[in-house]
């Protein structure tokens, strides 16, 4: 009879303690990404300056000026961290763009509020990446601890769920080789 | 492991705090039954207190004032502010604040009591010799102490060892210079003795306080960060490289920096022997780099 109570004292000591780690390790899943956002943000305030100051010397390249207004606007609006991803993949590349058409105007380049914010726009990139490596860490750490035993026992039932990493796309313009033509 | 690895920081911490306490209670307690002065008791223990609590909260401030840095904005120099922003928000720490020593002899530090009261400081000679690559290698380094709490320990010690140390220097002149007669000359003798027992002592505490495994781990730690070892190795090569030693740094703040600023010990080290190598708080770069450039990442 002790030893039944011993047994199951135990038992739920062990739960208690699995239970605690993974909503330790979720919780720092999500201060990663509320750090990662914080970038993202910092990166939608500089966008409208970027496309005000590009209008000013390129006037007639309105198709990217509305493809980055609508990506940004579909980043901003993006509901859960997997439709982020894909929103945000798709802003790098329209802002990616909105840079080789500044390369046609060489006034543009030479512009000081245009150097700044390409300088604040490439800072702001290194900082995502800084933070998504962060975030990407700690998922790493969070879905080892669920799929590991004994955790993976219970995790489930106890409503804890795999979470997706934030990784670049691979099939956008870095992934794919370049082509060069003659 | 990490975690461990800060909680045996915190715990060495208040080891060395409570022996420190001792050790002047300790004091204060022999001059007041020697000298028959009773009051000196509680003088002993208030001023131990306050110099605990001092240490805590000012020994950051004490050893940057030591080294004569100086604090810099995001303006001064936005390629170094940000490049410890980046590696900040990728250790997930608050940004530490950044100084700068104007020395040109190469090294850097990182000091204060916790991630969020946090300096790294670097000499303007290393700022200047390192490309970005390097510097952020240097910057993951320093970083990594900070997140693994070895910032607070090592720089307790430079203030609480600091006062034994000059305490034991003190005692030792009096009590071999002065030749004073009679009961006074005994009792300061005796402490001047202890004391002279505790000078190797001290340094025999930074030694283990610092020991090879805390800088390699932080090579280790920040080569994770920045995920190429390549650039801290070659930083460390440049620093090596130069012999110039730093002027702001002594023994008491020898342990902190990246590579040990005192670079004369390395010429010198026969013929001081035994007694330099209490000292040797930082394991030979060459074994540094051998072991960053054989990460596999």
Redesign the interface.
């Known amino acids: 009879m002790i030893y039944a109570l011993i047994i199951i004292g135990v038992l739920v000591l062990g739960g208690v303690a699995i239970y605690n780690n993974l909503v330790h390790a979720r919780n720092r899943v999500d201060e990663a990404w509320s750090d990662i956002e914080v970038q993202l943000k910092r990166r939608y305030d500089l966008i409208p300056n970027l496309v005000s100051t590009v209008k000013g010397y390129a006037k007639h390249e309105d198709s990217v000026f509305t493809k980055v207004t609508d990506a940004r606007a579909a980043a901003m609006s993006a509901p859960t961290p997997s439709a982020k991803l894909a929103a945000e993949n798709q802003l790098s590349q329209t802002i990616r763009s909105l840079f080789a058409v500044a390369e046609n105007y060489p006034d543009l380049k030479a512009n000081q509020n245009f150097l700044s914010l390409q300088s604040d726009l490439t800072d702001t990139e290194d900082k995502i990446q800084a933070a998504r490596r962060f975030y990407n860490g700690n998922v790493r750490d969070y879905n080892t601890k669920l799929q590991t035993f004994p955790t993976n026992m219970f995790a489930q039932m106890l409503g804890f769920t795999a979470k997706t990493f934030f990784d670049i796309d691979e099939k956008g313009p870095e992934g794919q080789p370049v082509n060069v033509q003659f | 492991m990490i975690y461990s690895e800060i909680s045996s920081n915190k715990q060495k911490t208040a080891l060395l705090i409570t022996c420190f306490l001792v050790l002047i209670i300790a004091l204060g307690w022999v001059f007041s039954m020697q000298l028959e002065a009773p009051g000196l008791l509680p003088v002993a223990v208030i001023v131990s207190v306050l110099m605990s609590l001092t240490s805590y909260y000012y020994s950051d401030k004490i050893v940057l004032s030591m080294s004569h840095a100086k604090e810099i904005k995001k303006t001064d120099d936005p390629d170094l502010y ?1 490049t410890v ?3 900040s ?4 720490l608050p940004t530490p604040k950044v100084y700068l020593i104007d020395d040109t002899a190469p090294n850097a530090f990182a000091t204060g009591r916790d991630p969020k009261h946090a300096v790294v400081a670097i000499t303007t000679g290393l700022r200047q010799k390192l490309t970005k690559p390097e510097l952020e290698g240097v910057m993951a380094h320093e970083l990594s102490h900070i997140g693994n709490y070895d910032i607070r320990l090592t720089t307790i010690i430079v203030v609480l060892v600091g006062i034994v140390a000059l305490l034991s220097d003190w005692m030792l002149r009096i009590s071999f210079r002065g030749r004073r007669r009679g009961k006074e000359g005994a009792i300061i003798m005796l402490i001047g003795l202890i004391f002279a027992l505790l000078s190797p002592l001290a340094a025999t505490v930074i030694q283990l306080a610092i020991s090879r495994k805390r800088e390699f781990l932080a090579d280790a730690s920040g080569a994770l960060l920045t995920r190429y070892p390549q650039g801290l190795s070659a930083a460390l090569q440049k620093i090596a490289a130069d012999h110039e030693p730093l002027e702001v740094a002594n023994k008491a703040t020898a342990h902190m920096y990246i590579v040990n600023p005192l670079k004369e010990h390395i010429e010198q080290k026969d013929k001081i022997g035994w007694f330099a190598n209490l000292f040797q708080t930082h394991p030979p770069i060459d074994e540094r780099i051998k072991r960053l450039e054989g990460m596999n990442l």
Not at chain 2, 89 to 92: D, H, K
Request: no cysteine.
């Open positions: 940000r922003e980046n590696l928000i990728a250790a997930g």
